[in-house]
Nanobody, 124 residues
Framework: QVHLVESGGGLVQAGGSLRLSCAAS????????MGWFRQAPGKEREFVAG????????YLGDSVKGRFTISRDDAKTTVYLQMSSLEPEDTAVYYC?????????????????WGQGTQVTVSS
């Protein structure tokens, strides 16, 4: 399994932007598809974004399309989640995940390793 550490969360006003980072170690990063999920209080964990091992294929959850994007830097073994036009409904703990596969993964069951999460709070 790969070890994942998220960073970049915090408090932001509605309409603002944040970039989350997820640093990976302990595995061959370029072999993994990567993804971001989030979980708000009292709600189930939700898929946010996924990227294939090559970076050529990206899939975004319906609630974030047009506002968020995902990217990866294999040289830095890091995956990013760029969030813009943030809304209070985006408030959640955001988790990075790695899947030992090439294609984009969109369900929790497809992912093998998880980070500890980073809190994002959007104020109105």
């Amino acid at each position: 399994q790969v070890h994942l550490v998220e960073s970049g969360g915090g408090l932001v006003q509605a309409g603002g932007s944040l970039r989350l980072s997820c640093a990976a170690s302990g595995g061959t990063f370029s072999n993994f598809a990567m993804g971001w999920f989030r979980q708000a209080p009292g709600k189930e964990r939700e898929f946010v974004a996924g990227i294939s091992w090559s970076g050529r294929n990206i899939y975004l959850g319906d609630s974030v399309k047009g506002r968020f994007t995902i990217s990866r830097d294999d040289a830095k073994t890091t995956v990013y989640l760029q969030m813009s036009s943030l809304e209070p409904e985006d408030t959640a703990v955001y988790y990075c995940a790695a899947a030992n596969r090439r294609s984009v993964a969109t369900t929790q069951a497809e992912y093998d390793s998880w980070g500890q999460g980073t809190q994002v709070t959007v104020s109105s």
